[in-house]
């Protein structure tokens, strides 16, 4: 089996370098005719920049009626269901109040007026700061980071504070009822400051929940989950997939358990682990694998970051014949040290865990 994992890490590197070269040829070409124009080898692929195919889920008719949406419209209307639902509910951040720079928030200042979806200064750090305040007076905080890059000045207050609230207190107070949401990811032309997938960083935190969904359907129903956890959560959007994810999703509320992973394609060989954009990723991963080596590949998206789902992780491992490894792919922009987020070095280790 290790034999295996040693292709398969081999076809995800293929597969990134695939697209550094894509990317390489928009640079030569301009980036507006590799957007706009179709020629050589790939004039019958609609892909330039990205590097993956976006792959809906089948349409779910569980929670009734459905409305093709992208996944900045499926967040809206997670946010409205909330307001709706929710009086104490207040959404908070740069910019907010007219939509937001990606569009999230459109609308809603309007239908619940400005006491409930308003702007704040641009100062991360008071934005945290802020919502954990509303939230331990019992209130629902729903606050916006304008990009997960710019998180990190919040550090403070989501760790120290926002983490151990509950704890220090002995549980007499805390501040559950806070979310904090934050686009995520790289979209291609963002530079250092608008790519990051900081999720390694608070993973280790224990007191937060850290949620990233793969697609618009996954995302309504996870935020709306997070809204409604007992304890703090941070939420982050792949911002690639605003408008390039588009499938059908509930108008009405609905949740998805959090810290539960999800297997989204069973094998025998392999498990392959993702999350966020990185999902649709594997998922071509595995097509090459199947065609190229004849390798069965089972994926499972972890959804939650922490506290993230070992029970179905490991047992994607022990169902292999023989039992296997699995490989672990995080964000490309990813940052780690000795390991990418979702488990600690022991459980990497114990658990057969192999980042790729």
């Given amino acids: 089996m290790a034999a295996v994992a040693s292709r398969a890490r081999g076809l995800l590197r293929l597969r990134a370098a695939g697209a550094e070269r894509r990317w390489c040829g928009l ?3 301009g980036l507006v005719q590799g957007f706009l124009q179709a020629g050589g080898e790939d004039a019958t692929q609609k892909r330039r920049v990205a590097h993956f195919t976006f792959q809906p889920d089948p349409e779910s008719l569980q929670y009734g009626q459905t409305q093709k949406m992208n996944l900045f419209q499926s967040i809206t209307s997670a946010l409205d269901n909330s307001l709706a639902k929710d009086p104490t509910a207040v959404i908070f951040g740069e910019d907010v109040a007219f939509g937001g720079v990606f569009r999230c928030t459109v609308g809603l200042r309007d239908k619940y007026g400005k006491d409930r979806v308003f702007n704040t200064p641009l100062c991360e750090q ?4 802020f919502g954990i ?3 331990v ?25 926002a983490a151990k609230y509950r704890y220090r207190s002995g549980d007499l107070f805390n501040c559950g009822s806070l979310t904090i949401r934050a686009p995520w990811g790289c979209v291609g032309h963002g530079a250092l400051y608008h790519s990051q ?3 390694a960083f608070f993973a280790h935190c224990p007191g937060i929940k850290v ?13 709306l989950s997070c809204i409604e956890d007992k304890d703090p959560c941070i939420f982050f959007e792949p911002k690639i997939l605003y408008r390039a994810a588009v499938e059908q999703v509930p108008v009405e509320p609905y949740k998805i358990p959090l810290s539960q992973a999800e297997v989204i394609q069973e094998g025998s060989d392999v498990t392959l ?3 966020g954009t990185q999902v649709h990723v594997i998922r071509e991963v595995a097509s090459m694998a199947r065609e190229k080596l004849g390798v069965s590949c089972e994926i499972i998206d972890l959804r939650t970051i922490t506290p993230w789902d070992m029970d179905t992780v490991c047992k994607g491992t022990d169902s292999l014949i023989p039992p296997g490894p699995n ?11 000795n390991n990418t987020g979702p488990s600690g070095t022991d459980n990497v280790a114990s658990k057969r865990l192999t980042v790729v």
């Fill in 27 to 29: 640079r030569c070409t």
């Fill in 126 to 129: 008071g934005i945290v700061g």
């Fill in 133 to 135: 305040g509303i939230a």
């Fill in 137 to 161: 007076t019992g209130a629902t905080a729903i606050a916006e980071i304008q990009f997960a890059d710019y998180i990190f000045p919040a550090f403070d207050q989501i760790v120290n504070e």
């Fill in 197 to 199: 997938c900081p999720e």
């Fill in 211 to 223: 949620v990233i969904p793969r697609s618009p359907f996954q995302a309504k129903g996870l935020l």
């Fill in 273 to 275: 682990v993702a999350w």
């Fill in 327 to 337: 490989l672990v792919s995080p964000c490309e922009s990813t940052s780690y040290t």
